[in-house]
């Protein structure tokens, strides 16, 4: 349904431990299946080496490679420091140099962590640094935990990207204080590109206590192209998958224009 | 409660029709009762002469006349034409020249009209111009319908500050698409320091089909707080007078900071 409203790129799973995430047990079987989705680019996450191993064996055309902000954070989510968690994405590089594969550099709790609480900019930076030099081809920027403002976010993106130049940047935006619209404008403000939503917002994360869903795809798509912002995406159809994606959780689901826009294809 | 939280100017009630709008035909009782409270200056929406006549015999500080920027909406909401609507708030401002009462203008359906569709921002400007050369002491932009993008906020109220010079200008946000906190941030970023919204987002507009509540005060106390923009208001307090106003409705309220920010006072 995501790609017949043109969506062309699409993190289908995760290659996460299958006894700690046991969700995304089935990575393989469902990206197997992506495979007969015409025109369009498989992303999976990966946590570590393990991950790579399986991942590697897929059709992905994009790595989505998670390191946190913090070490607390990375010793929950990943369950290694900082440094060990870097040394092997250092290796992942080397080792996927062979294969045509894209590999995006994530920072976890970029804005702020659920263990640790305010997050220095200059933290975030010093990884956006590193991760260039070891041959990241993409930098992603999460809020995993819906914490940002706006304001951090301009000020954050707008140095993240020049220091980038070249090297896309992403940002990885939740919803769960309602300030996700807001952020994703401060984001195109700060002249950002590539935002990382989920429809109807369903998802979150099991290792960031509070966490609610990613900012909703199609009330991202709906600002936009309401602002003359050229998203290609039918909206029409996007809403049909939003509100599958809302039937498939118990949880309720965070994305607001669905709710409002009965009418269908229309920006109003 | 709103009071202890430290809100210091209050929307207290409208001087409408009481067969139009019969939750407000108890307006002059419930600005009695406020009087009792100190500190606080009263204001009351006024649609009209009628209106006025009323309340100038009740203790408010100002009052909050209201044009739509478009004549559906305007024949819809106070039952005449704007050019009708006009020449009464110039009487209105004559009239009140020697009672000590602020007079601000309003502006409604400012970005986008239930029954009209796009507004042009050259109808609002004029507007604008217009009320200022009567003798408004304040205008107000209001996104009535919770239609308005980021970028329609930023360029409308960038251009309205231009003009107002010295008048100061207030945003009046609905939250009825989740853009609510994103318009506000575009507003802060053009200048605006007046911003209207309601406890716990509760509200709407019995003439604009489909408008949800407000903005959430508690929402943008939030964000700005957390943006290092100081409000003065309590907002542990804050949570309490949403939680109440929350209460008091069965349409189910708009606010998100409540359902999330359990640890109250904080701003991480």
Redesign the interface.
């Known amino acids: 349904m995501l790609v017949k409203s043109n969506i062309r790129k699409i993190e289908a799973t995760s290659f996460v431990h299958p006894l700690k995430v046991p969700q995304m047990a089935d990575a393989e079987q469902v990206l197997k299946l992506c495979e007969e989705l015409s025109e369009i680019e498989l992303v999976a996450l990966i946590p570590n080496l393990k991950g790579f191993q399986r991942a590697k064996q897929t059709k992905i055309s994009e790595i989505n490679w998670v390191t946190a902000a913090t070490e607390t954070f990375n010793y929950k989510n990943i369950g290694m420091s900082i440094e060990d968690n870097f040394a092997q994405f250092k290796q992942l590089v080397q080792e996927s140099r062979t294969l045509n594969i894209t590999i995006c550099f994530s920072i976890a709790v970029s804005f702020?962590c659920p263990y640790e609480?305010?997050v220095s900019p200059v933290k975030v930076i010093s990884l956006v640094e590193r991760a260039i030099e070891a041959g990241a081809n993409r930098i992603g920027i999460a809020d995993t935990i819906g914490?940002a403002?706006?304001?951090?976010v301009k000020e954050l993106l707008t140095e993240v990207l020049h220091i980038a130049k070249s090297i896309p940047i992403a940002i990885h935006l939740h919803d769960?204080?309602?300030?996700g619209?807001?952020n994703?404008?401060?984001a195109l403000e700060a002249g950002v590109k590539i935002f990382e939503t989920s429809a109807s917002g369903i998802g979150g994360c099991p290792f960031a206590p509070?966490a609610?869903g990613n900012l909703a795809t199609e009330?991202l798509v709906?600002?936009f192209e309401?602002?003359?912002v050229k998203t290609g995406i039918d909206f029409e159809k996007l809403l049909d998958a939003a509100d599958f994606a809302a039937s498939l959780t118990s949880n309720g689901s965070l994305g607001?224009?669905r709710q409002?826009?009965k009418k269908r294809g229309s920006f109003?």
């Open positions: 702020g609480g305010k914490i403002t706006p304001k951090q769960t204080r309602g300030m619209l807001a994703a404008y401060a509070g609610a009330d709906y600002m309401r602002m003359g607001r224009i409002v826009e109003g």
